[in-house]
């Protein structure tokens, strides 16, 4: 699998930016994507991940109401939409695929990630 994120790039606080992160090289469907971030000198971090079918979403208590993941089958493709950006969102976000449906906030449950996408939020 080759998961191909885009979409960073440097924002206000308070702006918006949509990550997208497009698969190839398995079925897209009936594995499950999540969304990850690592800020300097800090452990990489759940942000949000959604189901195969789009049905189920969940996120972190920090981007919770802020940041919404959303998924195109047909075109292989994971969003995740960014609004009222703070400072401490500045990250490096990584998309990651997994075929599993236990424990989706844990990094290692993951067997396949993007190269990363940096956000960078001014204050």
């Known amino acids: 699998v080759q998961l191909q994120a885009s979409g960073g790039g440097l924002v206000q606080a308070g702006g918006s930016l949509k990550l997208s992160c497009a698969a190839s090289?398995?079925?897209?469907?009936?594995?499950?994507m999540g969304w990850f971030r690592q800020a300097p000198g800090k452990e990489r971090e759940f942000v949000a991940f959604?189901?195969?079918?789009?049905?189920?979403?969940y996120y972190a208590e920090t981007v919770k109401g802020r940041f919404t993941i959303s998924r195109d089958n047909a075109k292989n493709t994971v969003y995740l939409q960014m609004n009222s950006l703070k400072f401490e969102d500045t990250a490096v976000y990584y998309c990651?695929?997994?075929?599993?449906?236990?424990?989706?906030?844990?990094?290692?449950?993951?067997?396949?990630w993007g190269q990363g996408t940096l956000v960078t939020v001014s204050s």
């Open positions: 959604i189901t195969w079918s789009g049905g189920r979403t």
């Open positions: 990651a695929w997994t075929p599993t449906s236990y424990d989706l906030i844990r990094p290692s449950n993951y067997d396949y």
């Open positions: 090289g398995r079925p897209f469907t009936s594995y499950n």
